[in-house]
Structure formats: structure tokens, C-alpha cells
């Protein structure tokens, strides 16, 4: 597996911290694209750091984690290469890998436990791309 990027706001700072401890405790690499404290700021400037790598071949996948996961969703799926998929329950993160090869799993970070987010990465990482009649989905995705 290629190092995972990782990316938050203040919001999700302190789920992006356990996220570390879990991945660590995998022995999986990663590297932090911010933010470092959970003083304010703007998920964008870390979101698009993050997404500028998943697309490069650099991380893969990635990980996201803003307050409600929506405004980080948003600006990572601006960039053409990443499917960002906005998962609160396990069977979501499932679904998006299975379905649509998903390259960065966004967590909300207010709204899930720690307990849930392990569930989720499980889910995430355990479960490949179909394939099949999904990849003629996936590559009418990008806007030409």
C-alpha cells in the first residue's frame, strides 16, 4: 500500500489524530497534509494539498475529516481524479469502494465516534473495487 494522505480542519483535527494512532497501529505510512492544532482555519487549504497528491500517485489513498465531512467532500471533489465518498456508517464505506472506487474516505468529524471510525477504515480498506459494469460509471465521472 502506498502512503495514505491525511487531511482536516480544526473540526476534525482530533478524529485525524486517532486516525494516525490507528494506521500506525496497522504499521501503514502516512502523511499529514494539516491542519496541526485545532485552532481555526479553512478545510479548502487541505483539502486541495491532499487531493493534489492522490491525483500525482503520491498518497493513495486518501483520508478527510471536517466537522460534518460535507465541506471537504466538496472541495476535494473539484479535482477531476478524486472520488471522495462521505461515510458515516461502515456499510457506506463498503458500498463506495465496492461501487465506486473511491480514492479518499471523508469522515464527519463532530458526528462519529472513534469506535465508528475504526468500523468505517475497516470497511474502507478491506473492500476492493468491483469493477465491471462500475468502471463505465467511474469514467463518465470527470467532466471532459
Given at each position: 500500500?502506498?502512503?495514505?494522505g491525511l487531511a482536516s480542519d480544526h473540526a476534525g483535527y482530533e478524529l485525524k489524530e486517532?486516525?494516525?494512532?490507528?494506521?500506525?497501529a496497522k504499521g501503514w505510512d502516512y502523511k499529514d497534509f494539516g491542519t496541526y492544532s485545532?485552532?481555526?482555519?479553512?478545510?479548502?487549504?487541505?483539502?486541495?494539498?491532499?487531493?493534489?497528491?492522490?491525483?500525482?500517485?503520491?498518497?493513495?489513498?486518501?483520508?478527510?475529516?471536517?466537522?460534518s465531512g460535507e465541506g471537504i467532500s466538496m472541495t476535494l471533489n473539484k479535482h477531476q481524479?478524486?472520488?471522495?465518498?462521505?461515510?458515516?456508517?461502515?456499510?457506506?464505506?463498503?458500498?463506495?469502494?465496492?461501487?465506486?472506487?473511491?480514492?479518499?474516505?471523508?469522515?464527519?468529524?463532530?458526528?462519529?465516534?472513534?469506535?465508528?471510525?475504526?468500523?468505517?477504515?475497516?470497511?474502507?480498506?478491506?473492500?476492493?473495487?468491483?469493477?465491471?459494469?462500475?468502471?463505465?460509471?467511474?469514467?463518465?465521472?470527470?467532466?471532459?
Open positions: 500500500m502506498k502512503t495514505i486517532y486516525v494516525k494512532t490507528w494506521l500506525e485545532t485552532d481555526s482555519c479553512d478545510y479548502p487549504d487541505f483539502a486541495h494539498q491532499l487531493a493534489v497528491a492522490v491525483e500525482a500517485g503520491e498518497c493513495y489513498p486518501g483520508i478527510a475529516i471536517c466537522g481524479g478524486i472520488r471522495a465518498a462521505l461515510c458515516w456508517i461502515p456499510e457506506i464505506a463498503h458500498m463506495t469502494r465496492l461501487h465506486n472506487d473511491a480514492n479518499v474516505l471523508v469522515m464527519p468529524g463532530r458526528y462519529i465516534d472513534t469506535d465508528t471510525a475504526s468500523q468505517i477504515m475497516e470497511e474502507f480498506f478491506s473492500t476492493d473495487f468491483e469493477g465491471g459494469r462500475h468502471q463505465k460509471r467511474i469514467d463518465k465521472i470527470p467532466v471532459k
